[in-house]
């Protein structure tokens, strides 16, 4: 049965740095995209970044447009890892963040439809990122 568990949350200050993991456990072979969205409170949950996992070049990514050049997904085929880099955090990026697994399917970048909730499969507990001023 596939799992994906996030770690790496915690509290910072601003301009500080955090580096998120999503492990994911079962027959990972099937998961064809991993994305990071959060929701922060009062807020409607909203996608982060996505990365392409059939892509070894960790090439075929997106980010949303709050978090470009600040936020880098990556992924650790062999350890089943999914990251998400967080620089110059500021204190809008509070939120919980939840890793998220998209079974099948492509043209999820392409299209621009890896925002959407709806498009994914599986879920993580989420993490909590706490930056204060």
């Known amino acids: 049965q596939l799992q994906l568990v996030e770690s790496g949350g915690g509290s910072v200050q601003a301009g500080g740095s955090l580096r998120l993991s999503c492990d994911a456990s079962?027959?990972?072979?099937?998961?064809?995209?991993m994305g990071w969205f959060r929701q922060g409170p009062g807020k409607e949950r909203e996608g982060v970044a996505v990365i392409d996992t059939r892509d070894t070049r960790s090439s075929d990514t997106a980010y949303a447009d709050s978090v470009k050049g600040r936020f880098t997904i990556s992924q650790d085929n062999a350890k089943k890892t999914v990251y998400l880099q967080m620089n110059s955090l500021e204190t809008e990026d509070t939120a919980m963040y939840y890793c998220?697994?998209?079974?099948?399917?492509?043209?999820?970048?392409?299209?621009?439809?890896?925002?959407?909730?709806?498009?994914?499969?599986?879920w993580g507990q989420g993490t909590q990122v706490t930056v204060s001023s």
């Open positions: 079962g027959y990972t072979g099937e998961i064809n995209y």
């Open positions: 998220a697994g998209k079974k099948t399917g492509w043209g999820l970048i392409y299209y621009g439809r890896w925002s959407r909730r709806e498009e994914y499969d599986l």
